[in-house]
């Protein structure tokens, strides 16, 4: 049985991150079946977000089906942490 880190990790491999407007910053945004959807930013160090590209940490948004933002973005996330926030949005 594959443990739960193997099968997070493919999670966060179905983000495809494009440029971000901010010099050296990355991001990737994905839409689930249930219309929930994810945003993953990261950038340089100083540039304002909440995760950094250099040690692979990275800042997530959580929009619900009516486009609204929960709360507020999540930084310094591990690709793990990623992963397992885009497995239980899978299930809402």
């Known amino acids: 049985m594959p443990c739960l880190t ?3 990790d493919t999670m966060f491999d179905q983000l495809t991150f494009q ?6 910053a990355i ?3 994905y839409k689930f079946e249930n219309d929930w959807s994810i945003s993953v930013v990261a950038g ?3 540039s304002g977000l909440y995760g950094n590209v250099t040690d692979n940490t990275y800042e997530v948004a959580i929009y ?4 609204n933002m929960t709360e507020d973005v999540i930084g310094w996330n591990t690709k793990e ?11 809402l």
Do not use: D, W
């Not at 440029?19 to 050296?24: F, Q, S, T």
């Not at 619900?64 to 486009?67: L, V």
């Not at 990623?82 to 497995?87: D, E, G, L, P, T």
């Open 27 to 29: 991001q990737a945004r």
């Open 81 to 91: 942490e990623v992963s397992a926030m885009m497995k239980v949005l899978s299930h």
């Open 19 to 24: 440029a971000h407007p901010i010099p050296g």
């Open 6 to 8: 193997n099968l997070t």
């Open 64 to 67: 619900r089906p009516n486009g």
């Open 44 to 46: 340089l160090p100083g």
